[in-house]
């Protein structure tokens, strides 16, 4: 599925304003705790065979650390964010410096369609899923069928502000299998995941805090932030998957977890 992560150090990480409703100013990051944090989850990535790629952090950009947000990744071929917050804008720039760095495939949508990356496109089981509402524009998912190449399935998410991308209420664990919020979906969407997947995996609002869709998933394993219900971890124990729990707190404050902190490296013959 996936051999290469990108993640971005939080030496700027702070909530300096509130663009979700999981922001609030009052609500200090401890940068020790942080960092601290950032090195777990870079560990799990090394132990389990991954690639780590570091993005430097710029100042005046403090959710660069949701380095998801920033675009998307599918063999050689890097997708530009366009951020909705001008607070966000800058952050895509950078990346795409990096990827041209790193001679891969530059693809853009027009400035005024805006589309956040992995937060609201994934690629699993030869399938692309992606999501509009709350950050990504409508108009982006033509855009993008039209740079992949392929067909999406879409999904609308609007119906709760604490879920402003798919990738907050949705995560694809591979050989037909898929963890939700169902609340943050309509009934057509909730049909259209069950035709796409042999196995549906549902979160209750007692994982709400602790953003347990908001994961990593290799063939084997699922990355997530500390605090997923034990009913959830032996689901997903049952399914062959080995589970990293690893703290998130920190990130928890901006609105984001594993997945949010993680570009993923999608391969298209996976």
């Given at each position: ?8 150090p939080?030496k700027?990480?702070?909530?300096e ?7 609030h100013?009052?609500n200090?990051?401890d940068?020790e ?14 132990k ?9 952090p ?7 650390v949701y380095?998801a947000?920033c675009?998307?990744?599918i063999?050689?071929?890097?997708i530009?964010a366009n ?7 800058k952050?895509?720039d ?14 853009t ?9 992995q937060?609201d ?7 692309f ?12 998912i033509?855009?993008l069928?039209?740079i992949?190449?392929?067909k ?12 402003f ?5 949705f ?10 919020h169902?609340?943050?979906f ?6 259209k995941?069950k ?13 709400n805090?602790?953003?347990?869709c ?25 399914e062959?998957?080995?589970?990293f ?6 990130y ?10 993680t570009?993923?490296?999608f391969?298209?013959?996976?």
């Amino acid at each position: 599925m996936i051999n290469t992560v990108l993640l971005c150090p939080p030496k700027y990480y702070q909530i300096e304003y509130e663009i979700n409703p999981w922001m609030h100013v009052e609500n200090k990051v401890d940068p020790e705790r942080t960092h601290e944090e950032f090195d777990n989850l870079k560990n799990i990535y090394k132990k389990i065979g991954l690639d780590v790629w570091i993005m430097d952090p710029e100042p005046g950009l403090p959710d660069m650390v949701y380095t998801a947000n920033c675009g998307f990744v599918i063999d050689n071929l890097f997708i530009k964010a366009n951020f909705r917050y001008q607070q966000r804008r800058k952050e895509s720039d950078f990346a795409e410096k990096l990827f041209r760095q790193k001679k891969f495939k530059i693809a853009t949508l027009p400035s005024n369609v805006y589309f956040e990356g992995q937060g609201d496109l994934f690629f699993r089981d030869g399938k692309f899923f992606a999501a509009y509402g709350r950050r990504t524009s409508k108009k982006a998912i033509g855009h993008l069928e039209n740079i992949l190449g392929e067909k999406i399935i879409t999904f609308m998410v609007k119906k709760d502000p604490y879920f402003f991308h798919l990738d907050t209420c949705f995560a694809p664990l591979g050989k037909g299998k898929v963890i939700i919020h169902p609340a943050s979906f309509s009934n057509d969407d909730i049909d259209k995941i069950k035709k796409n997947f042999r196995k549906v995996i549902t979160v209750s609002k007692k994982d709400n805090p602790f953003f347990c869709c908001n994961i990593v998933a290799t063939d084997d394993a699922v990355i997530v932030g500390k605090g997923m219900s034990k009913d959830i971890k032996r689901t997903l124990e049952k399914e062959g998957l080995k589970v990293f729990e690893t703290p998130m707190n920190e990130y928890f404050k901006g609105g984001g977890s594993v997945k949010c902190t993680t570009l993923e490296f999608f391969r298209s013959n996976s």
